[in-house]
């Protein structure tokens, strides 16, 4: 029998706003009794065409029996969708749950019939393959697991929005109809075709904001100055291509021209008649919404927001910032800001300069994309004080609150902008990180990402972004950006140092670096730098201090022909004569042109002291003659070369510091070699399959782990209530350990197992809920920490076997335990307050035989406290190894992250672990032991015998399927994991599991909701 709609609360969690392939938004959300009329007025606006693919047959209008049927749904069998637009509908979607006979049905039926409606003047804007992806999502959601569709041969374009989608499916045709039948199990085709759509969409939404072909100025003051005027004074001097109009309230009306810029005015922007498609607003905070309102009804793309007063003040601004984001989705227009610096575009068709900045910077291959207009200012003037012919600005934005528009929309862009060769981010806030670690990777595959991450150490966003504050520590998160190839540096400074290397000079081929220059001080604490930054410097070359332009030419023409080495740092102090900064910059650039025309180009450097107009000159625009025949031309500099057609010279950029050249290069050497990995781990990573590996057990225990006490809701019914009260349905789970700490609360392993085994070996539910006050997320209120006997079944279904633990309540229980064990055996605490405190005592080894045990046990309780408060048990001991510890947990933002580490000090006292995301191939399991800086004691230091890192790595790679496989698994907790030469030893075992959020990074594509 069908549910009625009564018992089903409106899912406010299947909510979203979406980018449209045409880069305009449009919010998906459930169909309600209350969208009557909205859907009689949407039916009318459709053409009968497309009426008549919908019905397959003539179908004017909707009677009331229609319009009630398409309103009214139980949000389980039937349900429907609708994408709006200034809250009037443009497309809607619908699926009805059928049995194998094609005919209504409830659960468990697992098929449901699919049909759209796109309203015509928004074919085409890719909302009906928004809407497949929702309404797939939902259906998944509530257990159907395939679709089935029926559309006329002729509407070519709905039969293509289901074969593009990338699920698996199967057509046939039958009474002149085409039914299509697909499965709505992401592959990975189907994930690679929503993640391209996704670039596209949002992509196009940012080239909107930086192409505009025309800026209205909403706020342009009456007298010169004050912010409107400022950004009005600066577009007009940058250049800008499009059209420019001033607009404010206030103009008299007479005036229709504002002075001396010459500038239509207008006092709305209803006014100007024509289209606008970028306005930015500067007006009070409190008039912001009417102006958004005429910029949506005048159809405007995009805002630039530089109006304050927003969440950076306080309660009050941050609900206004949420509803100045609704309210421009509502309309279909993204939004640059609040409190916005704002944008900047130097392609010369383009020239837009919608900033407070007083210049449009010089052209070039570096984006620049900032969360504060503070550090926006300080990195444009920093490039040009350093010489902006070395690396100019292709484009720049200053997101302020960042409310909509993010640094994950602009890495979209900057994927395929032929004109951004290096991308440069200040980030205070990441606000989806497993969104941006993926983006990133993908970008840096192609061109380098440099970032600063600020708001490192207090855990939380600054107070104008509306984001919350992932879980996981700092150090995970520079982890997971180094492993999606993220060059991360640490200020301002080292992100404009970085930026110029990386857009004006090739990747170094290693880590091999020559040293050569008039300074044999200057050389030697170059050469010092290079070992500090781990590169391999060669022994410095000193040209003495009476060295002249052309020795400088001819020693760096020789270290670039050297195949021993992979980059050069050139270091220069005012010498006897003291030549010209221009000439010694004309040789140092013809010696690099010279490499580059024989294809030998490496990346140079140069670190001067007190040589003013160096830096300039080595960035000028320059073309240097002919490299004639090529190694052994050995010219002058300045030589006459007419016979040979100049070209280009590369621009070398110049660095007052040594340490400064020679981090950039060093960030530069990690990121070639990540680059060379990247590709190389393409072709060759995978995900191992095993064997033994019972993926469906561990479900099937899973569920009954997690089953509810009897009369509790169903998770099902939770998640619905949570999304009903407004709950986050992606927070952290209750007891999700940040990755680098156990589990809170875990269970202590070698908990009684008489008090969890049922006879027939299979798992029972007992760990107790959570308390509710831990977390706000509703899935937390049933996590659950799994005893130690269903902790190591679970395991054991994914091949990871955990060495037993008998409790030993009393002296004869523990010798009876290590008679069934057999000795030699350790006893160990497991109280909270002592485990893996070895250095508390509260182990104690290689107990031979039953006086040994007794004694240790005497020994233990008597230090330490009594039997019951210890919590003592009895394990056979392993063979000697190296102590390791392997964690997995969830992190609401990240998403699953696996960990490693040597246990005890090196991971807890100097937080020497490393951390991957799940899933983990071969290549990450095996970087990652590799990756923390007590590696070595793997792998013989100092003459003793290597451990088994194949199984170590193999452990990691089955935790990692494990925690993929089932998202119910929220932590995993591995401590201590004994390596030996041969094999390991898992000793202690710890899990936690918590109903999954029904949103997941395969899910639908949707903007953060505001």
């Known amino acids: 029998m069908r549910q009625s709609s009564d018992t089903h609360a409106y899912p406010a969690h299947w909510e979203a706003d979406v980018v449209l392939r045409d880069g305009g938004t449009a919010r998906i959300r459930p169909i309600t009794a209350d969208d009557a009329q909205r859907l009689v007025s949407f039916y009318e606006r459709v053409s009968d065409e497309s009426k008549y693919y919908r019905f397959f047959a003539p179908y004017p209008r909707l009677s009331d029996r229609d319009v009630h049927r398409f309103t009214h749904h139980d949000y389980v069998d039937r349900v429907g969708l609708a994408a709006t637009v200034g809250d009037e509908f443009i497309a809607t979607v619908r699926y009805d749950r059928i049995d194998g006979h094609g005919l209504p049905s409830t659960a468990p039926a697992d098929e449901a019939e699919v049909a759209f409606l796109v309203q015509d003047a928004h074919q085409g804007r890719g909302v009906a393959s928004a809407l497949l992806e929702h309404i797939a999502a939902v259906a998944r959601e509530r257990g159907i697991r395939r679709f089935a569709a029926e559309v006329l041969p002729a509407n070519t374009k709905m039969i293509k929005v289901f074969t593009d989608a990338g699920y698996t499916q199967k057509r046939s045709f039958e ?321 404009v140092d970085a930026g110029l290397l990386l857009a004006s000079q090739p990747l170094p081929g290693g880590p091999r670096i020559a040293i050569l220059g008039n300074s044999d001080s200057l050389g030697l604490l170059t050469y010092d730098a290079c070992l500090t930054d781990g590169l391999r410097p060669l022994p410095p070359r000193d040209l003495t201090t009476a060295a002249a332009p052309d020795d400088f030419r001819r020693a760096l023409a020789a270290a670039l022909a050297d195949d021993a080495c992979d980059a050069v740092v050139v270091t220069a102090i005012p010498g006897v004569g003291a030549a010209a900064a221009a000439d010694l910059a004309r040789a140092m650039r013809h010696a690099a042109a010279e490499a580059a025309a024989r294809g030998a180009a490496k990346p140079v450097a140069v670190v001067h002291l007190q040589i003013p107009g160096l830096a300039e ?169 799994l005893s130690a006997p269903d902790a190591q079944r679970l395991l054991a279904r994914y091949g990871v076997s955990v060495l037993p633990a008998l409790p030993a309540p009393d002296p004869d229980a523990a010798v009876r335990a290590a008679a069934r064990l057999g000795f030699p055996v350790a006893i160990k605490t497991t109280a909270p307050h002592l485990r893996h405190r070895a250095d508390l005592g509260g182990v104690r080894l290689d107990l031979g035989g039953e006086a040994e045990l007794r004694r240790a046990y005497a020994e233990l309780t008597d230090y330490l406290g009594a039997p019951e408060e210890l919590r003592l048990v009895v394990q056979r001991m392993a063979p000697r190894g190296v102590d390791t510890v392997v964690r997995a947990a969830i992190d609401p933002a990240a998403g699953a992250v696996l960990s490693f580490g040597l246990a005890g000090a090196p991971s807890e006292l100097l937080g020497d672990t490393a951390h991957r995301l799940v899933p983990a191939t071969d290549r990450d399991a095996a970087e990652l032991i590799r990756s923390i800086r007590t590696a070595p004691l793997l792998f013989g230091w100092r003459g003793s015998r290597p451990v088994d890192t194949a199984a170590l790595e193999e452990l990691l790679l089955r935790v990692s399927r494990m925690v993929d496989d089932h998202p119910e698994v929220v932590s995993v907790d591995l401590e201590p994991v004994v390596v030996a030469p041969h094999g390991l030893s898992v000793l202690g075992a710890a899990v936690r599991l918590a109903p999954p959020p029904p949103r997941t990074d395969l899910g639908p594509r949707h903007l953060p909701s505001y």
Request: hydrophobic residues 40%; charged residues 20%.
């Open 175 to 495: 009474d002149g109809v085409v039914r299509l039948e697909f499965d709505l199990e992401p592959t990975d085709r189907s994930l690679a075709v929503m993640r391209a759509r996704e670039q596209r969409a949002e992509a196009r939404s940012v080239q909107r904001l930086l192409a505009p072909g025309s800026v209205a100025v909403i706020g342009t003051g009456r007298a010169p100055g004050g912010v409107g005027r400022t950004v009005l004074r600066n577009l007009l001097d940058g250049g800008f291509s499009g059209r420019v109009y001033a607009v404010n309230r206030a103009f008299p009306g007479e005036q229709d021209r504002l002075d001396p810029e010459g500038v239509p005015a207008h006092r709305s922007i209803h006014e100007i008649g024509g289209p606008v498609d970028l306005a930015v607003v500067a007006v009070p905070a409190a008039q912001v919404p009417s102006v958004v309102a005429d910029c949506g009804d005048s159809g405007v793309q995009s805002l630039v927001v530089v109006s304050a007063g927003y969440a950076e003040s306080g309660p009050e601004g941050r609900d206004r910032q949420r509803e100045l984001v609704r309210q421009a989705r509502t309309y279909g227009m993204r939004i640059i800001g609040p409190n916005a610096f704002g944008v900047i575009n130097t392609a010369d068709g383009v020239r837009l300069n919608a900033s407070l900045s007083p210049r449009l910077p010089a052209p070039g291959r570096l984006g620049l994309f900032t969360q504060s207009g503070a550090i926006g200012i300080a990195l444009l003037s920093g490039l040009d004080l350093r010489g902006a012919g070395t690396a100019g600005v292709s484009t720049f934005i200053s997101a302020g609150n960042r409310a909509d528009v993010s640094g994950n929309d602009v890495l979209q862009y900057w994927y395929d902008d032929p004109r951004t060769d290096v991308a440069l981010m200040y980030l205070e806030s990441i606000g989806n990180p497993r969104k941006f670690t993926r983006l990133a990777k993908r970008t840096a595959a192609v061109k380098p990402v440099v970032v600063v991450k600020g708001a490192r150490h207090s855990g939380s966003a600054p107070t104008g972004h509306a984001v919350p504050a992932p879980g996981i520590p700092d150090a995970t998160v520079s982890a997971l950006l180094r492993q999606a190839g993220v060059i991360r540096v640490d200020t301002v400074t080292e992100l």
């Open 617 to 785: 000159a080595l960035a000028e625009p320059w073309d240097a003659p002919g490299a004639g025949d090529g190694a052994g031309n050995e010219a002058a500099a300045g030589d006459d070369a007419a016979d040979e057609a100049p070209f280009p010279a590369p621009r070398i950029p110049a660095y007052p510091a040594s340490e400064r050249a020679v981090r950039a290069l060093a960030e530069a050497v990690g990121y070639a070699r990540w680059r060379r990995q990247a590709e190389e781990a393409g072709k060759t990573a995978q995900f191992p399959e095993y064997e033994d590996i019972d993926e469906a057990g561990a479900a099937a225990d899973i569920d009954v782990l997690l089953a509810p006490p009897e009369g509790e809701p169903t998770a099902q019914a939770r998640t619905e209530e949570a999304a009903t009260e407004g709950t986050p349905t992606g927070a952290a789970p209750t007891g999700a350990a940040p990755t680098g700490a156990a589990p809170t609360g875990a269970a202590p392993t070698g908990a009684a197992p008489a008090e969890a085994a049922q006879a027939d070996g299979a798992p029972r539910p007992q760990a107790a809920a959570a308390p509710p006050d831990e977390s706000a997320d509703a899935h937390a209120l049933y996590a659950v920490t």
